[in-house]
């Protein structure tokens, strides 16, 4: 019989699709694991309600649980609580920046007026002489931004909270 604890190891072989140096634990979109009778209930939050990567996500929790012996498997997507970037764990943090993308920073509150900007240092030299590119980078939870420095461009994962 198997046991949450393995079942959080095994979660541990999950990557995110969109960012394979990220597993779904590291990402912090698990949130629950529970055992009932033959049944493992695996519950999910997405990073944003429109992620085109939870059907895959999903699919791929549920082979490697299979594969692992695990009998049954359902996979529940959850919108509440939202999910926010503080939910990356720091192993996390460190294998985006390692991968060359920038991890979430401390954004400043956008209710307050002229407050600062975020600085996004660069994953690659460390510099924080920075700018963005594009509101937009390779998927919409990221952000383009390139560096004044090394003249890198990077992605940057926006803190959303």
Not at 7 to 12: C, D, P, S, T
Not at 25 to 46: A, N, W
Not at 85 to 90: G, V
Request: with cysteine; aromatic share 8%; proline share 8%.
């Amino acid at each position: 019989m198997v046991t949450e604890k393995e079942i959080w190891q095994y979660l541990e072989e999950v990557f995110d699709p969109e960012v394979p140096v990220l597993t779904v634990i590291d990402l912090g979109v698990v949130q629950k694991v529970s055992l009932e009778s033959d049944v493992c209930k695996v519950t999910i939050t997405p990073t944003y309600s429109g992620c085109p990567a939870m059907k895959r996500i999903e699919d791929d929790i549920i082979e490697k649980l299979t594969e692992k012996g695990v009998p049954k498997t359902e996979v529940e997507l959850v919108l509440s609580p939202a999910w926010t970037t503080d939910w990356i764990t720091e192993a996390g943090r460190k294998k985006l920046k390692e991968y060359g993308i920038a991890p979430p920073e401390d954004e400043p509150d956008k209710t307050v007026l002229f407050a600062k900007p975020v600085v996004v240092p660069c994953p690659n030299c460390g510099s924080r002489d920075t700018r963005m590119v594009s509101q937009f980078g390779s998927t919409a939870c990221k952000a383009h931004y390139q560096c004044n420095d090394c003249l890198e461009p990077f992605d940057y994962f926006k803190c959303l909270r």
